[in-house]
Nanobody, 120 residues
Framework: EVQLVESGGGLVQPGGSLRLSCATS????????MSWVRQAPASELEWVAT????????FYADSVKGRFTISRDNAKNTLFLQLNTLKTEDTAMYYC?????????????WGQGTKVTVSS
């Protein structure tokens, strides 16, 4: 059974930083492209970033490019998202998914997510 446990969210001021983690189990993490997706209040899910199985390739939404960094530790089956220079519009629930940027919309087995609130 696929399990995804996101953590690391919190309340931060604009311009601040956070590091999100996604602990995974139940599938071959090192063979799987991974993505972060977020959902702002009263909004649809939005793709944020994707990383290839080896970590060699990364892709970002224009809204976070240059501020967020996706990474992974295949030895620990864990995905990360470093959030820098946070803006109020980054406020959302953040989820990880074992999907690429092309097929994340079809994923249904979401974890509980981790809440990021950017506010002064």
């Amino acid at each position: 059974e696929v399990q995804l446990v996101e953590s690391g969210g919190g309340l931060v001021q604009p311009g601040g930083s956070l590091r999100l983690s996604c602990a995974t189990s139940g599938f071959s993490f090192s063979d799987t492209w991974m993505s972060w997706v977020r959902q702002a209040p009263a909004s649809e899910l939005e793709w944020v970033a994707t990383i290839s199985n080896s970590g060699a390739y990364t892709f970002y939404a224009d809204s976070v490019k240059g501020r967020f960094t996706i990474s992974r530790d295949n030895a620990k089956n864990t995905l990360f998202l470093q959030l820098n220079t946070l803006k109020t519009e980054d406020t959302a629930m953040y989820y990880c998914a074992p999907r690429s940027r092309l097929d994340w919309r079809g994923y249904e087995n979401w974890g509980q997510g981790t809440k990021v609130t950017v506010s002064s």
